[in-house]
């Protein structure tokens, strides 16, 4: 017979966040592929090449995730494609510039995730503790979904934002020097 206690809201179930870690969140390779894109103009295959020197070599996107993605954003006219040869040379369009300098925050976080996914893929795979603390931010955002004001954005914005360059950085100095 199960106990029916009252369920802990923050109680992780088992089974979740169990995969491997995600490299991309939605629309993470669509602004990373029209950065790339802006820098300087590129065939599929180079951009293939070029995320998975971002990610030192532990992760490269397949074909499958990438030209579908190009065709997105060249139906956007975000980018524009030009037959070279056997290949389409993909080039930003004006308006990929604009949408690209209006994300300018989000591509921020794109990086970030990036180095975070590096690390993880990498092996330096979270503690079950981790694990269950990120649940609990999960659920504790789904708890207070339809109370957002835009003070109350900004204020979660930062929260979440400051901790995760703070994790990102590693330890700092006082608390190297309290671990024995």
Known sequence: ??????H??????PGR????PRVFAPGDLKLLMLSMLA???GHGY?????????????????????YPTLNFLEEAELISGQIQGSKRLYVITEVGRQSLAEQAVALDGVRMRIE?????????????E?????????????????RWTPEE??????????????????PTDSVQEKTP
């Open 8 to 13: 802990d809201p923050f109680e992780r179930r």
């Open 39 to 41: 820098e300087q103009p």
């Open 130 to 146: 981790i694990n269950e603390a990120v649940g609990n931010l999960r659920h504790a955002l789904h708890m207070h979904s339809g």
């Open 116 to 128: 975070l996914s590096k690390r993880a893929l990498r092996g330096h795979d979270r503690p079950p």
């Open 153 to 170: 954005i900004e204020r979660v914005r930062g929260l979440l934002n400051d901790t995760a360059r703070a994790i990102a950085s590693g």
């Open 17 to 20: 966040g169990e995969r491997g």
């Open 1 to 6: 017979m199960r106990d029916h206690a009252p």
């Open 46 to 66: 180079d951009l293939i090449r070029q995320i998975e020197g971002l990610f030192d070599g532990s992760y490269s996107p397949s074909p499958g995730v990438i």
